[in-house]
Each structure stands twice: as structure tokens, then as C-alpha cells.
């Protein structure tokens, strides 16, 4: 991996920490925030060189079907998640997208088993998404990249 993907992927993890403490905090996402992701994501796609119009588009396919299934769940899923989801499939491809969703919406299960068990909290309850996105992408990176 070259040092500028790296350096994209780390700033893309900043970006994305933010992020998840703004939706923990306010439990939503500003405008500001999406155009900052679009940027570095953007930026990612053009400086990875095995990035092409088909792997960007194929990307983005998750977070877009997250957005469908936010507006016929009535925003049980925020739009705001799957506009984060697109962004990062954008830069990552359709398949690392797929495994950082199911990464996940794992950790957002068992977090919410726990919750469940501990503060006798029932299924209405909703929690932020994002931090778990965060989490997942942080996680695959380090596993993908041999950080660890």
C-alpha cells in the first residue's frame, strides 16, 4: 500500500471519530461533515491508482440501499448513516463497504443486547450507528492494511 493511500485512510479515520462523537453527542450528522468525508473520499479515489469509475460506483451501492432502507423504515436508519456508507464505499470498493457494514451492524447487536440486558432498554431505543461504522472501519483497516 502506497503512503499516500495511507495517509487518505488515516485522515478518513479522523474524519470519521469526529463524526461518530458528533452523532453520540447530538444524534445527528451536520452538512458540514458529509462534504468534509465526500472530500477525503473524493481525494481517495483519485490517488488510489486501482480505483476505477466501476469500483467507485459499485461502492457506493451499499450506502445508497441503506438509504432506501431508511426511508421505508421511517428513519430507524438514519439518512445520515448511509450517506456515510456511500462516502466510504466510494473510496473503498463495494466489498470492503460490505464487510464494514456487517462489522457493524454486528457490534451494533451485541451493544444493543448489552443495553438491553444492563439498562432494561426496549427495542425503540435507538442508538447512534455511526460509532459502530467507525469502530468496523478502524478494525478492517488495521486487519486489511497488517497494522496489527
Known amino acids: 500500500m502506497e503512503s499516500k493511500e495511507v495517509i487518505i485512510q488515516i485522515l478518513m479515520a ?3 471519530v469526529i463524526c461518530a462523537a ?10 458540514w461533515i458529509f462534504a468534509v468525508l465526500g472530500i477525503v473520499a473524493l481525494t481517495g479515489s483519485i490517488c488510489c ?3 476505477g469509475f466501476y469500483r467507485v460506483a459499485a461502492g457506493v451501492i451499499p450506502g ?3 438509504l432506501g432502507l431508511a426511508k421505508v423504515t421511517e428513519q430507524s436508519i438514519g439518512y445520515g448513516d448511509g450517506i456515510v456508507l456511500a462516502e466510504m464505499g466510494s ?3 463495494a466489498g470492503v ?4 457494514l456487517a462489522g ?3 457490534l451494533a447487536g451485541f451493544f444493543s443486547m448489552g443495553m438491553m440486558t444492563v439498562k432494561k432498554v426496549d427495542k425503540r431505543y435507538k442508538i447512534p450507528f455511526i460509532p459502530f461504522l467507525t469502530i468496523a472501519y478502524i478494525i478492517t483497516l488495521c486487519l486489511q492494511g497488517g497494522w496489527v
Open 91 to 93: 473510496m473503498l470498493g
Open 104 to 106: 457493524a451492524l454486528a
Open 22 to 31: 458528533i452523532d453520540i453527542k447530538k444524534k445527528t450528522i451536520p452538512v
Open 14 to 16: 479522523v474524519v470519521m
Open 64 to 66: 445508497v440501499l441503506l
Open 97 to 100: 463497504c460490505m464487510v464494514i
Open 49 to 51: 491508482e486501482s480505483c
